[in-house]
């Protein structure tokens, strides 16, 4: 039986049996290749814009490229990554662990003043606070009277902290 009657029963064109597609394997520049394999495996973790960026090349370039030699970065999962457990810092005993804490207070018209704090993690108590003005503004207005503390080493103040400003790092001593 012929091919035509074959095709006119099954209701297909000739072109369509006999048509072979040759696509040609992809052809890579070792100019560009070579580049981008150097820099790859220098930094294994860049992307194909990162590549193409820091080389000067077309990016859509260098992603086919990636695409052609299987050199494609995956994608980083969506989603919620482990985090460390904040876990409260406690001290066993007074003078055991400290905490620091700094922090920029609007002042009005003064401008910025930045606070620095040291927290004794036992006690909850400040024991030494410092305050910077870089408008050479009077910001002693601004504080409140500070007890000095018994427990401080030296000549320290001290305010007592609440169990919700407790520090909550681990690794601060």
Same mark, same amino acid.
């Given at each position: ?19 072979? !597609? ?7 520049? !070792? ?12 930094? !294994? ?107 401080? !080493? ?20």
């Amino acid at each position: 039986m012929s091919i035509a009657k074959l095709c006119t029963w099954f209701g297909i064109p000739r072109r369509r049996v006999y048509y072979k !597609p040759v696509k040609a394997v992809p052809k890579v520049d !070792p100019r560009f290749a070579d580049p981008i394999k150097k820099m790859i495996e220098e930094e !294994p973790s860049f992307g194909y814009r990162t590549v193409a960026w820091l080389l000067g090349f077309n990016k859509n370039t260098v992603q086919r490229i990636f695409q052609i030699k299987g050199w494609q970065v995956r994608k980083r999962a969506v989603g919620m990554r482990p985090r460390i457990q904040a876990v409260p810092s406690v001290a066993a005993a007074p003078n055991e662990r400290w905490s620091t804490d700094l922090a920029r207070i609007w002042t009005g018209k003064d401008g910025w003043a930045s606070l620095a704090l040291v927290v004794d993690c036992h006690t909850l108590r400040v024991f030494t606070r410092s305050i910077s003005d870089t408008s050479g503004a009077d910001i002693q207005r601004w504080m409140r009277p500070v007890p000095v503390s018994p427990s401080a !080493p030296g000549t320290g103040s001290a305010i007592a902290m609440t169990s919700s400003q407790r520090p909550s790092s681990r690794s601060i001593r």
